[in-house]
């Protein structure tokens, strides 16, 4: 078994960049939902003219789903992505954009259809872009998210846990003329099976512990890595949301 100094200086060299967690397969066990993102994107596709997928990472996801429709565009909003997506989604013909949230790139009703995966959602801005009619499928990492870990190094939450939930997302989609076609949430037990991988997490979801690094953390993190050590495993729980939702804006009823 390696030691925790060898554990740690591995995660700390894997690279971070982009939306790729292959480095620590077979390190951490479960942590996936009951439905498949990629498959219900996919199924929407077909009837797909002009696409955007919002916080495209690496823009692995997005390259995953190909063949896209000829109107396709990415977005990224951390910088250093921006660079690796470009050069994933090239031979696809995707332009990679820079762009927030809150302040997409483009004209109001410039997509057909919305993807989101785990990115930041700004629901009026979303909407905003959106053609009538037009979907925006979302999975979102909940408030609730990893609290374990949170916990286990003595780091107060990055957020209210009830801050960001199906039902606060519900509301706000309602509010913007977005009807929610389905919507479903999970709480899901994700297993770390060494404490490389939990530096590697911490690392590449940089928001669950804002302030992380392995030095700053060295003694909660080693009293973490005996306990995987003893018990084989830390458990923690992915909060996870998804919701298909349709754009209907209010229509002016003219009186008689």
Same mark, same amino acid.
């Given at each position: 078994?390696?030691?925790?100094?060898?554990?740690?200086?591995q995660?700390?060299?894997?690279?971070?960049?982009?939306?790729?967690f292959?480095?620590?397969?077979?390190?951490?066990i479960?942590?996936?939902?009951s439905?498949?993102?990629?498959?219900?994107?996919?199924?929407?596709?077909?009837t797909?003219?002009?696409l /955007?997928?919002?916080?495209?990472?690496?823009?692995?996801?997005?390259?995953?789903l190909?063949?896209?429709?000829?109107?396709?565009?990415?977005?990224?909003?951390?910088?250093?992505?921006?660079?690796?997506?470009?050069?994933?989604?090239?031979?696809?013909? #995707?332009?990679?954009?820079?762009?927030?949230?809150?302040?997409?790139?483009?004209?109001?009703?410039?997509?057909? &259809?919305?993807?989101?995966? !785990?990115?930041?959602?700004?629901?009026?801005?979303?909407?905003? #872009?959106?053609?009538?009619?037009?979907?925006?499928?979302?999975?979102?990492?909940?408030?609730r998210?990893?609290?374990?870990?949170? /916990?286990?190094?003595?780091?107060?939450?990055?957020?209210d846990?009830k801050?960001?939930?199906l039902?606060?997302?519900?509301?706000?989609?309602?509010?913007?003329? /977005?009807h929610? &076609?389905?919507?479903? +949430? +999970?709480?899901?037990?994700?297993?770390?099976q060494?404490i490389?991988?939990v530096?590697? !997490? /911490?690392?590449? #979801?940089?928001?669950? #512990?804002?302030?992380?690094?392995?030095?700053?953390?060295?003694?909660?993190?080693?009293? &973490? !890595? +005996?306990?995987? *050590?003893s +018990?084989?495993?830390?458990?923690?729980?992915? !909060? *996870?949301?998804?919701?298909?939702?349709?754009?209907?804006?209010?229509?002016?009823?003219?009186?008689r």
């Amino acid at each position: 078994m390696l030691s925790y100094n060898d554990l740690v200086d591995q995660a700390v060299r894997a690279s971070a960049l982009g939306w790729d967690f292959s480095w620590s397969r077979g390190r951490t066990i479960g942590g996936e939902p009951s439905w498949s993102y990629t498959e219900r994107a996919s199924a929407l596709l077909p009837t797909t003219r002009r696409l /955007l997928d919002m916080d495209t990472g690496g823009g692995e996801i997005l390259a995953f789903l190909s063949p896209l429709p000829r109107r396709t565009v990415a977005m990224e909003g951390w910088q250093p992505n921006v660079a690796v997506a470009a050069e994933r989604l090239r031979p696809m013909n #995707v332009p990679v954009l820079a762009g927030t949230a809150d302040r997409i790139p483009a004209r109001e009703g410039a997509f057909d &259809l919305v993807l989101n995966r !785990h990115g930041a959602l700004d629901a009026a801005e979303a909407a905003r #872009v959106l053609t009538e009619g037009g979907r925006l499928l979302t999975q979102q990492v909940g408030s609730r998210n990893d609290l374990e870990l949170n /916990l286990a190094l003595g780091a107060p939450p990055s957020t209210d846990p009830k801050s960001w939930t199906l039902a606060v997302a519900e509301e706000r989609f309602r509010e913007c003329g /977005l009807h929610v &076609l389905d919507a479903r +949430e +999970e709480m899901i037990d994700c297993a770390f099976q060494d404490i490389g991988a939990v530096v590697f !997490h /911490l690392r590449a #979801v940089s928001w669950q #512990v804002p302030d992380f690094d392995h030095d700053r953390y060295e003694k909660p993190l080693r009293a &973490l !890595h +005996e306990r995987i *050590r003893s +018990e084989g495993a830390f458990t923690v729980r992915h !909060h *996870r949301f998804l919701i298909e939702a349709e754009l209907r804006r209010a229509r002016t009823v003219i009186g008689r």
